[in-house]
C-alpha cells in the first residue's frame, strides 16, 4: 500500500466528495508540497551557489495554476516548443524570464523568443542556419549551445552537440564566420534525473572546461550554466532494478558548486538549474475508480517465456489462488512506470471485506489495447466497481503525457471537443485551464 505522506489527508469522505463534484478520474494537488520543495532547492542553492537561478520545466505538467505558484515564488520558466513558450507569456513571463530549449523549436517563436531577449539554447546546425538572419540585421544576439557527453546514453547524445569530440568548437567556427554579432552566453545540458551527484560533478567539469575554453578562444564570457533534466525527490527509487535510497538536494547542489567556485574564482557564471518533477511529483495524487473486476487461472503479459512458466506453475498447484484483473477509469499513459508498485497505491473501498486475503492483481486501463497495464502482479484485497485506486507521486508527466486526459471529465467534454477541432494555443489550453478547476487550483487568467 501507499507509503506517501500526502494521500492520507484523501480520506474516503473527502475522496468521495471530490468524485461527486468533479467526476472521476482526477489529479489533485497539495500546493504546500510544491512550495516546500521549492524552499528546499532554493534554500540549498543560496549557500552553496549564491549566483543562482531556478527555473520550472513547464513540459512535466502544463497546469496553468501550478506553473503560476512557482511564478509567484521567482521560479523561471523552462520551455520546449512553440506551445510552451505560447503558455509561459501567456502567463505573464517575460522574455528575460524564459529559457527555450528543444529540439524542435516553431520558426515563429524561436524568432520572437530571440529578438525579444529570451535564453534560447541552440539544439542544432540546422536551427541555428534557420535563423531570420535578414531580419536581425547585424543586430548583436545571445544565443546559448546545448550539449551533451559521451559518457551518457545515446538517448541523451541526440541532443546539441559533443563536448569531447570538437563537434561544439566546429558549431561555434561556424556560428562566427555566419553571424559575427552572435554571442555565445551559455551552455545547457540534459541529464536523466536517475543519476547519482558524482555524475553531476563530472559533467559539471566538462561544462565548465569548455566554457573556459570558449573564452579563450573567441572572447565570449560564458553568462551561465544550464544543468537541465532535474533531481529525483528524496526517498527510496528503482535504478536498474536496484533500490536506491534517492540523497538530498543538498548533495547534487553542492557536487556542481564545488566545481563552479574552484574552476571560476573570480567572475562566475550563473548555475540554472530546471526542476520538474523534484517540484510537483509528490503534490500529485490521480484518483481513478475501478469500472469492473474479476479473477481469472492465468493471465498472459508480454513475456511469453515467463508466461509459459507460469502456467506450468499454476497446472501444478491445484489449489492455486487466481489472478485478479482490475480495470479503471483511465490507463498507463497517465501515470510514470514508476508509480505502478505497491508504494506508491493507497485503496478507498466501497465495502471493504472482512478478509484479509489478498490476491496477486493486475491494474489495467480501458483503453482497447492489450497491453495497457498500469500495475502487475502486486498483492490487493478482492476489489470491486466503485472502489477507489490512488496513485501517489503523481504530479509530474501525468498530463502532459496524456493527450486525452481530460475527456472523462464530465462537464469538460464539450469544451475538450471544440479544442481538438482547433488548432490554435488558445483553445487547446481551455483543457488545462479545467483541469486547474477540477484540481482545487481555480484562478481567473
Not at 239 to 244: A, H, N, S, T, V
Not at 345 to 373: A, E, H, M, R
Request: with cysteine; glycine share 6%.
Amino acid at each position: 500500500m501507499s507509503t506517501d505522506k500526502t494521500t492520507h489527508l484523501l480520506t474516503k469522505e473527502v475522496v468521495d466528495k471530490l468524485i461527486r463534484d468533479y467526476g472521476s478520474p482526477l489529479l489533485v494537488f497539495d500546493e504546500s508540497v510544491i512550495k516546500t520543495r521549492y524552499k528546499e532547492i532554493e534554500g540549498a542553492l543560496d549557500i552553496l551557489y549564491p549566483k543562482n537561478k531556478i527555473a520550472y520545466s513547464v513540459k512535466t505538467n502544463y497546469l496553468p495554476a501550478l506553473i503560476s505558484i512557482l511564478k509567484d515564488s521567482g521560479v523561471l520558466s523552462e520551455v520546449v516548443s512553440g506551445f510552451e513558450y505560447w503558455l509561459a507569456k501567456k502567463l505573464g513571463y517575460r522574455d528575460e524570464e524564459i529559457i527555450y530549449n528543444g529540439p524542435d523549436k516553431s520558426k515563429e517563436s524561436l524568432e520572437e523568443a530571440l529578438m525579444n531577449g529570451a535564453m534560447v539554447n541552440i539544439d542544432s546546425r540546422d536551427e541555428f542556419l534557420a535563423l531570420p538572419f535578414k531580419k536581425l540585421k547585424n543586430k548583436k544576439i545571445k544565443i546559448g549551445i546545448r550539449t551533451n557527453t559521451s559518457t551518457r546514453s545515446l538517448s541523451h547524445q541526440r541532443f546539441g552537440f559533443n563536448l569531447e569530440n570538437g563537434e561544439i568548437f566546429s558549431f561555434i567556427d561556424e556560428v562566427k564566420k555566419k553571424y559575427p554579432q552572435c554571442v555565445i552566453a551559455g551552455l545547457h545540458i540534459h541529464l536523466n534525473s536517475v543519476i547519482k551527484p558524482s555524475h553531476y560533478e563530472d559533467i559539471a567539469e566538462r561544462l565548465s572546461d569548455c566554457a573556459i575554453a570558449i573564452e579563450k578562444k573567441w572572447g565570449d564570457s560564458i553568462q551561465y550554466l544550464d544543468f537541465g533534466g532535474g533531481f529525483l525527490v528524496p526517498g527510496a527509487r528503482s535504478m536498474w532494478g536496484i533500490l536506491w535510497d534517492v540523497p538530498d538536494i543538498e548533495e547534487y547542489v553542492m557536487g556542481i558548486a564545488n566545481v563552479l567556485l574552484k574552476k571560476f574564482p573570480n567572475e562566475k557564471p550563473y548555475l540554472i538549474v530546471e526542476p520538474g518533477r523534484y517540484l510537483i511529483d509528490e503534490a500529485g495524487i490521480f484518483i481513478t475508480t475501478v469500472i469492473n473486476s474479476k479473477f481469472v487461472e492465468s493471465f498472459q503479459d508480454n513475456n511469453k517465456i515467463r508466461h509459459l512458466f507460469a502456467n506450468i506453475l499454476f497446472k501444478a498447484k491445484k489449489h492455486s489462488d487466481s489472478i485478479q484483473i482490475a480495470a479503471i477509469d483511465s490507463n498507463k499513459t497517465s501515470i510514470l512506470k514508476s508509480l505502478s508498485d505497491e508504494r506508491h497505491i493507497k485503496l478507498i473501498q466501497t465495502n471493504k471485506s472482512l478478509k484479509n486475503k489478498t490476491y496477486s492483481t493486475y491494474i489495467v486501463g480501458n483503453s482497447c489495447i492489450p497491453p495497457d497495464y498500469l500495475s502487475k502482479k502486486i498483492n490487493l484485497p478482492c476489489l470491486n466497481r466503485g472502489d477507489k485506486i490512488l496513485f501517489s507521486n503523481a504530479g509530474a508527466y501525468s498530463i502532459s503525457r496524456s493527450e486525452q486526459f481530460s475527456v472523462s471529465f464530465g462537464k469538460a467534454k464539450n469544451l475538450v471537443g471544440i479544442s481538438r477541432k482547433k488548432k490554435s494555443f488558445g483553445n487547446r489550453v481551455i483543457c488545462y485551464w479545467i483541469c486547474d478547476s477540477l484540481c482545487g487550483l481555480e484562478k481567473a487568467y
